[in-house]
């Protein structure tokens, strides 16, 4: 069993930035695959950035490619997520998740979810 709790989240104007963290329970942190995603109003929750299973590679959605930054400190169970050049279109409630296996770029990879936590960004 895994514990997910996501924090820093907030209110940004366009081009700033926003670091979040997971902070995730439990002594077995580094056998799980992490992920974040976000979910916008009215639309579908969507895979944002993760890991290869090795953790040798990175992997981001198209839309945030060279503007968001994932990093994992296995020895602290916390996941990051380092958002710079905010766009009012990243709007969403993020969350992270972690997985036992499976497609880590895929909602129906993870077994744990955290309760997300708020992004706004303003033009």
């Known amino acids: 069993q895994v514990q997910l709790v996501e924090s820093g989240g907030g209110l940004v104007q366009a081009g700033g930035s926003l670091r979040l963290s997971c902070a995730a329970s439990g002594r077995t942190f580094s056998s799980y695959g992490m992920g974040w995603f976000r979910q916008a109003p009215g639309k579908e929750r969507e895979f944002v950035a993760t890991f290869s299973w090795s953790g040798g590679s990175t992997y981001y959605a198209d839309s945030v490619k060279g503007r968001f930054t994932i990093s994992r400190d296995n020895a602290k169970n916390t996941l990051y997520l380092q958002m710079n050049s905010l766009k009012p279109e990243d709007t969403a409630v993020y969350y992270c998740?972690?997985?036992?296996?499976?497609?880590?770029?895929?909602?129906?990879?993870?077994?744990?979810w955290g309760q997300g936590t708020q992004v706004t960004v303003s033009s």
């Open positions: 998740a972690a997985a036992r296996g499976g497609n880590l770029i895929t909602t129906r990879a993870y077994d744990y």
